[in-house]
């Protein structure tokens, strides 16, 4: 409030935002001071435009004022500076009554993909004795963009006809139906084996119709598009800022498999876990000390998954996922699976699984090291009872070599 004007001006966003790469609206007010009574013509709003961290909206002419009051005419502009935008409201009778009413207006455009602090101004002209001389009052408004929470939780799949109950156990063929929470703007989903995804789109379910004939794990993938759009000569830093991705990975059995052929390329004897990789049509043990090298000629993503397969007494297993690049390590990932026995109600005993998941991204050049290594609560490494998979989903053209 500006106490020299007897003018009240307030700017708030509607979200906790700004967010990054969102529509950002902003609710605004102009009104006369408590108990005084004053003229005014015009309200502007002076947003910096562009693509830096202290600019709120891209510079795309998209930024608009409105207001739901048909006595004020709606002016975009841009001021003599290219990196403002000028949005202003003008009283259709230029300000000859006094402004009674308090003006509601709004605030849009296409926030930008940088965070930072932004300031915007509103100046407004205004008269303290009836319209004969004007002058102009202002107030700043400062505010945070900051990147929305993108989450993907809770991959669950079901029969068609129970769609709340959950399932992972179908019979070869049957319908399957996928569902997830997200606040994404794509999804896709893939399947062990299948290089390409057997769903793409936006909805947060889908049913696969063909099925699965033997125990099947599928990768969900999820894509945050911060824009629709791209603005004109944005930076590389503000295109790798458009989209976030994130991963989740299911796997269903069947309780009367289909054996089908695979052809093997490379064999290691060994009583450790078993790998397989998609795409290269390797299947392989870890070799005796449970590790194994392996080289992507394509950028894209790799998932591990190990699961107790056998045995009831309580026992764990660790899977590691390091990545190397130029020599150096730069990713790495730890994850824990255990099979435990435990006592339900009357006295049943119930064995528990939980699998372990590792998920890293990784460029063309990068080598992987995968590494198992399995121990009972003693401390005894195990030599059987569990199966690692090991997927890399390409981006473009290529595979996964074994070093």
């Not at 202002?138 to 029969?159: G, H, P, R, V």
């Not at 295109?239 to 990975?249: A, H, K, P």
């Not at 730890?334 to 990784?362: F, H, Q, W």
């Amino acid at each position: 409030m500006d106490n020299k004007t007897g003018m009240q001006v307030t700017l708030a966003s509607q979200e906790s935002g700004p967010y990054i790469g969102r529509t950002g609206i902003f609710n605004g007010t102009l009104k006369n001071y408590e108990g005084q009574e004053y003229h005014c013509r015009s309200i502007s709003v002076h947003v910096p435009v562009g693509n830096e961290a202290d600019c709120l909206y891209f510079n795309d002419d998209k930024t608009v004022i409105a207001s739901k009051d048909p006595s004020w005419n709606r002016i975009s502009s841009f001021s003599a500076r290219s990196e403002e935008a000028v949005c202003t409201l003008e009283l259709k009778d230029g300000g000859a009554r006094p402004l009674k009413n308090t003006l509601n207006f709004t605030l849009s455009g296409n926030v930008n993909l940088t965070e930072g602090t932004v300031l915007v101004s509103c100046t407004y002209e205004y008269s303290s004795d009836g319209g004969k001389t004007w002058g102009t009052g202002k107030e700043e408004f400062m505010f945070e963009k900051t990147s929305s929470a993108f989450y993907l939780k809770n991959l669950f799949t079901a029969k068609p006809e129970s769609p709340t109950s959950c399932c992972t156990q179908f019979a070869p063929g049957e319908s399957i139906s996928f569902f997830w929470e997200s606040n994404g703007t794509m999804y896709e989903i893939y399947k062990k084996g299948e290089a390409s995804a057997i769903y793409s789109g936006m909805d947060t379910s889908y049913t696969y119709q063909t099925g699965i004939d033997s125990d099947t794990t599928f990768l969900l993938k999820a894509v945050q598009t911060e824009n629709s759009f791209r603005g004109k000569e944005l930076p590389e830093k503000a295109l790798r800022l458009s989209d976030r991705m994130l991963f989740e990975t299911i796997t269903l059995t069947t309780a009367r498999p289909v054996f089908q052929e695979v052809k093997v390329t490379e064999k290691f004897d060994a009583a450790d876990a078993k790998v397989s990789m998609l795409r290269t049509g390797t299947q392989m043990d870890m070799g005796d000390k449970g590790s194994r090298k392996i080289q992507v000629t394509t950028d894209g993503f790799v998932t591990g998954n190990l699961f107790c397969s056998g045995g009831s007494v309580p026992s764990s297993a660790y899977i590691r996922l390091s990545v190397y690049r130029n020599g150096r390590e730069c990713y790495t990932a730890r994850e824990c699976a255990y099979c435990a026995d435990i006592l339900c109600a009357g006295n049943k005993s119930l064995t528990v699984r939980k699998p372990a998941n590792v998920i890293m991204p990784v460029a063309a050049g990068d080598t992987l090291i995968l590494e198992c290594s399995m121990e009972s609560p003693s401390g005894e490494l195990k030599k059987n009872g569990y199966e690692a998979q090991w997927f890399f989903l390409p981006e473009g053209k290529g595979e996964a070599t074994v070093l």
